[in-house]
Structure formats: structure tokens, C-alpha cells
């Protein structure tokens, strides 16, 4: 009896079907699920507002190449908040089993596309900072709009030609299940295309980095030359300031992921096969991935700082609106007192 029991219980297992696939990871995605509703709802509206101060800035604006890094930029968030509520939909287990899949070939896919977008154009930004204080013929050239959009179209077109097979290579049918892991769904080919696709943009981040620390570098050297000229200092103490702060936001956001993702994804390929091992790195992953991400909601006060049409943009539009309100409390305040006054000024009389 006991024997035919344990033989019973050995031929369970969770949903999701054989032993590659006993292993649920995402079964815990409660807190993860509420920070990507906070990111998307802080996020969304500093975007379209974004969006709203460039078109409105767009005649006004010398088409320099901060400029065109900025507007890539807001592109990538734009993708990112499109795709996010697909996720969040997939997690939360309200969406179909058609939606859930459409998120793994689709939407997941257009996620890191941005991811990695941001992660190029913040990194241009950056040096772009630190170039916007030589005032040499050569940073001159590199910070031409024409050179700019040139680097946004290699690195749009690199990010398609590395994620796109992701949406096109073939999958396999899978037992439907609450806790789908998209990993589960690709075959044996397209699962190595996403381990190589991982190792390819993980190189992307660091060349990226190694500009942004370079930059860094250079400018606190800038800073450490330029003591015996007080007007120097102070340029090259401000350049400093703002390369720093940049830097550092920088390494908070995208530093922690890539530290989690690579052992992350040889769990996925099935390299590390320890169920509980595989658990911890999904949430570290999970966890760092929010940090990653957050920087949608951050963009926006970027681009109040650097873009200076678009700073005076938003400051009109507040203002206008402060008018109207002053102006309509003022009107209210009149249609109040008046039938008061004239009936004091009766009585009087």
C-alpha cells in the first residue's frame, strides 16, 4: 500500500509538465507586480508630458546632439511604457494563455530592447557632457547632430538585428499553466540565440560603461588640473557635478542587473539545474530589473535639466496654468462679494 502510494506521488508534478520544467520560479511575483504598476503610473505621465515639451520646443530648438540623445531616449521609454502593462498582466495571472505567450515573443522582447537602448543613449549623454567642455575641433564634430542621429541608427539597428530572431524563431507548444516561464516556451535553437543574445547586449553595457567611466574620469582630471584658474575651476566643478550625478544614477540602475543576469540566464539554459538556486536568481533578477527600469520615471527631470527649450517649454505651461487658476479664483472670489457689496451699498442708501 505504502509502495503504490509513494509510485502515485512520484508521477505528480507541477504544472508545466517534466522534470526540466518541475522547477516554478515566478510563483512569487506579488511585490514585483505593485512596483511595475508604481513605475508605469509615475512614469507615463512624465512621458507624455516629455513628449508634449519637445513638440512644443521642436522650431525653437538648435538641433544639437544632447538634443537627439534626449529624443532617442524618450523613444526607448515610450517602447518600454508600451510593453510594461504586458508584463504586469502576465505576472499578475490576468492574462489569457494567447497574451501570456504574445508577452514572451513580444512584448518581453521589446522590454530589453528599450532596456538596452537607454542604456546606450544615457551613456552618450554623459560624454556628451563631459565633450560639451573641451572645445576642440574634434569634440566639436562628435557632438554635430548629423554624427549623433548617425550613432542612434547603428545602435537602434544593432538592438533589432540582436533581439528581433527572439520574436521569430520557433517555439514550442506548452501545457498551459498559471506560472508560465518564457524559457519554457523556446525551442533548443532559440534558446541559444537568447543565451547569445544576453552575452551580445551584456558587451553593449560594457562598452557603454567603460565610456561613462572614462568620462568621468577625464573630467574629475579636468577638475584636478584647473585649481590654478578660478574661472576654470568653476566651469570644470560644474561639468564634474553633473557628469558625477549622471555616472552615479547610472551604475545604481544597470550595474546591479548585470551582475544577476548572466548566472540568470545559464539557469535558463539549464546549465545550473538546482531548483532553489534558480528561485534565488529570478529574484534577484527580478529585483535588480526594477532597478533597471525605474529610470522611465527619471528621465523626465533629465530632460528638464539638459534641454534648455524644453525647460522653457513646461515653465510656460505651468505658469499658464497657475494664471488660469489665479484668474479663475479670482472670478469666483468676485461673483461672490459683488451681490454682496451692492447689497451693502443699498442699505446704505
Given at each position: ?13 507541477p ?21 511595475y504598476?508604481?513605475i ?11 513628449v ?26 515610450i ?6 502593462p ?11 494563455w ?6 514572451c ?23 556628451d ?8 575641433a ?17 545602435v537602434w ?78 566651469d570644470?566643478?560644474?561639468?564634474v ?36 538556486t ?6 534577484g ?31 510656460r ?14 472670478q ?18
Amino acid at each position: 500500500m505504502e509502495l503504490t502510494t509513494m509510485l502515485r506521488s512520484s508521477n505528480i508534478t507541477p504544472p508545466g509538465g517534466g522534470e526540466e520544467n518541475s522547477c516554478i520560479v515566478n510563483d512569487q511575483m506579488g511585490p514585483f507586480i505593485v512596483l511595475y504598476i508604481l513605475i508605469f503610473a509615475v512614469g507615463l505621465p512624465g512621458s507624455l508630458l516629455s513628449v508634449w515639451g519637445f513638440i512644443q520646443s521642436h522650431r525653437s530648438q538648435q538641433k544639437q546632439s544632447t538634443y537627439v540623445y534626449l529624443v532617442n531616449l524618450l523613444v526607448a521609454d515610450i517602447l518600454l511604457l508600451f510593453a510594461l502593462p504586458f508584463k504586469i498582466l502576465k505576472d499578475l495571472g490576468a492574462a489569457s494563455w494567447k497574451l501570456m505567450v504574445f508577452h514572451c515573443q513580444a512584448s518581453g522582447v521589446i522590454i530589453y530592447i528599450s532596456l538596452y537602448a537607454s542604456i546606450a543613449f544615457l551613456a552618450f549623454i554623459i560624454v556628451d557632457r563631459y565633450l560639451k567642455d573641451r572645445h576642440t575641433a574634434r569634440s566639436l564634430r562628435l557632438q554635430e547632430s548629423s554624427f549623433a542621429w548617425l550613432l542612434s541608427v547603428v545602435v537602434w539597428a544593432l538592438l533589432l538585428l540582436i533581439m528581433v530572431p527572439n520574436m521569430a524563431l520557433p517555439t514550442k507548444e506548452d501545457k498551459v499553466t498559471k506560472y508560465l516561464s518564457c524559457s519554457s516556451l523556446k525551442e533548443k535553437i532559440s534558446l541559444h540565440w537568447h543565451t547569445l543574445t544576453v552575452f551580445l547586449n551584456t558587451a553593449l553595457f560594457l562598452n557603454a560603461s567603460a565610456a561613462v567611466l572614462i568620462s568621468s574620469a577625464l573630467a574629475l582630471k579636468r577638475l584636478l588640473h584647473s585649481h590654478s584658474d578660478p574661472k576654470l575651476w568653476l566651469d570644470a566643478r560644474r561639468v564634474v557635478l553633473s557628469v558625477t550625478a549622471m555616472a552615479l544614477a547610472y551604475t545604481l540602475s544597470f550595474v546591479p542587473y548585470h551582475v544577476v543576469r548572466t548566472p540568470y540566464t545559464l539557469a535558463q539554459a539549464e546549465v545550473i539545474k538546482n531548483c532553489q538556486t534558480k528561485r534565488q536568481l529570478f529574484l534577484g533578477k527580478e529585483s535588480t530589473l526594477f532597478l533597471s527600469l525605474l529610470h522611465v520615471c527619471l528621465d523626465p527631470l533629465l530632460f528638464f535639466n539638459l534641454d534648455a527649450a524644453f525647460r522653457e517649454t513646461v515653465r510656460r505651461l505651468f505658469c499658464h496654468s497657475r494664471n488660469q487658476a489665479v484668474d479663475a479664483e479670482q472670478q469666483v472670489v468676485q461673483e461672490v462679494m459683488l451681490p454682496k457689496v451692492l447689497a451693502d451699498e443699498d442699505t446704505a442708501v
